[in-house]
């Protein structure tokens, strides 16, 4: 996957002190929620780094992106499986959320029945949650993540619901608290078909909501009155979910393929954009696309501050 530095953020440092020198922040609700996903460009460094820096309350590795058909593997775009179990331990030592994503822009996953939605469960749970069933290759080692992320687009939209019902059932082994916690990362326009059924089990904590890409409620596409439209439908449609409002300091690289570099304007976003979304009351904060064009572009070390 090939990233462009976007130019549209050189000015980063600029626009930092001229928005702290402004007096009259944003007077909407903040949470100082600030989720990531890592895992897609070995040059963003290591799950440990990013952690390091403090921006982040949850990190998210993606992609766990082959499933459904007997094989289960995931894909971290060059990163060594090395190392990243003692990471996530670190992270979680922080109070750091580390959750673990399915799905992605690949076509090596689908759920074509139930028998299918049962065993990638299992596979999940002993594999990279807390089972730990003989014979089932851990690439995580002993380190179990907090949670599963469902990032699904592709294929069809079939068995995604009992695979959430089904995950959630683990949690039955725990005492007092969630071992098994579930996300969402759907595709801005409402519903998306492909998670709908999973997200009305009313199973999922938090619903990311992708305003980047080439949908056209893309903040790209659909500027300011695009995200907050469909972000009130989710919203409403959903309001016992935290719901993130999800970008990308630069486009070039998103999944979707989206063309070109879009940067995300500060002073736009401090504004116009967060004071409207944050005024919902089941507003969680914002979703980063990726760490490493968060690292190039030091985004979220503006944003933190503001989520």
């Given at each position: 996957m090939?990233?462009?530095?976007?130019?549209?953020?050189?000015?980063?440092?600029?626009?930092?002190?001229?928005?702290?020198?402004?007096a009259?922040?944003?007077?909407?609700?903040q949470?100082?929620?600030?989720t990531v996903?890592?895992?897609?460009?070995?040059?963003?460094?290591?799950?440990?780094?990013?952690?390091d820096?403090?921006?982040y309350?949850t990190?998210?590795?993606?992609f766990y992106?082959?499933f459904?058909?007997?094989r289960?593997?995931?894909?971290?775009?060059g990163?060594p499986?090395a190392?990243?179990g003692?990471?996530?331990k670190?992270?979680?030592?922080?109070?750091?959320?580390?959750?673990?994503?399915i799905?992605?822009?690949?076509?090596g996953?689908?759920?074509p029945?139930?028998?299918?939605?049962?065993?990638v469960a299992?596979?999940l749970?002993?594999?990279?949650?807390?089972?730990?069933?003989?014979?089932?290759?851990?690439?995580?080692g002993?380190?179990?993540?907090?949670?599963i992320?469902?990032?699904i687009?592709q294929?069809?939209p079939?068995?995604?619901?009992?695979?959430?019902?089904r995950l959630?059932?683990y949690?039955?082994?725990?005492?007092?608290?969630k071992g098994?916690?579930?996300?969402?990362?759907p595709?801005c326009?409402?519903?998306?078909?492909?998670?709908?059924?999973?997200?009305?089990?009313?199973l999922?904590?938090?619903?990311?909501?992708?305003?980047?890409g080439?949908?056209?409620?893309?903040?790209?596409?659909?500027?300011?009155?695009?995200?907050?439209?469909q972000?009130?439908?989710w919203?409403?449609?959903?309001p016992?979910t935290?719901v993130?409002?999800?970008?990308?300091?630069?486009?070039?690289?998103?999944?979707e393929?989206?063309?070109?570099?879009?940067?995300?304007?500060?002073?736009?976003l401090?504004?116009d954009l967060?004071?409207?979304?944050?005024?919902?009351?089941?507003?969680?904060?914002?979703m980063?696309?990726?760490?490493?064009a968060?690292?190039k572009t030091r985004w979220?070390?503006?944003?933190?501050?503001?989520?």
């Amino acid at each position: 996957m090939a990233f462009r530095r976007p130019l549209a953020l050189h000015p980063l440092v600029i626009a930092f002190v001229l928005v702290s020198c402004l007096a009259g922040a944003a007077t909407a609700k903040q949470t100082g929620q600030l989720t990531v996903f890592w895992g897609r460009n070995a040059g963003e460094g290591t799950l440990r780094e990013a952690c390091d820096t403090g921006l982040y309350s949850t990190v998210v590795i993606s992609f766990y992106s082959v499933f459904g058909h007997g094989r289960y593997w995931g894909d971290l775009s060059g990163h060594p499986l090395a190392g990243v179990g003692a990471d996530i331990k670190h992270c979680q030592s922080r109070n750091i959320l580390v959750l673990l994503s399915i799905g992605g822009p690949g076509n090596g996953y689908s759920l074509p029945s139930s028998a299918s939605a049962a065993a990638v469960a299992d596979n999940l749970w002993n594999a990279h949650l807390g089972g730990r069933r003989n014979g089932v290759y851990r690439p995580f080692g002993d380190a179990a993540v907090d949670g599963i992320d469902f990032y699904i687009d592709q294929g069809a939209p079939d068995h995604y619901d009992e695979l959430a019902s089904r995950l959630d059932g683990y949690n039955r082994f725990y005492r007092g608290r969630k071992g098994v916690r579930l996300t969402a990362t759907p595709r801005c326009g409402f519903p998306d078909r492909r998670l709908e059924a999973a997200l009305r089990t009313g199973l999922f904590e938090r619903i990311h909501v992708r305003f980047y890409g080439n949908d056209t409620c893309s903040l790209g596409k659909g500027g300011t009155y695009g995200v907050v439209g469909q972000w009130e439908k989710w919203t409403a449609a959903f309001p016992r979910t935290q719901v993130y409002l999800g970008l990308a300091p630069a486009e070039s690289g998103v999944p979707e393929g989206a063309q070109g570099t879009v940067a995300v304007y500060l002073k736009y976003l401090y504004y116009d954009l967060l004071p409207k979304v944050q005024k919902a009351n089941n507003y969680g904060g914002v979703m980063v696309w990726d760490r490493f064009a968060d690292k190039k572009t030091r985004w979220s070390s503006v944003v933190n501050g503001w989520a």
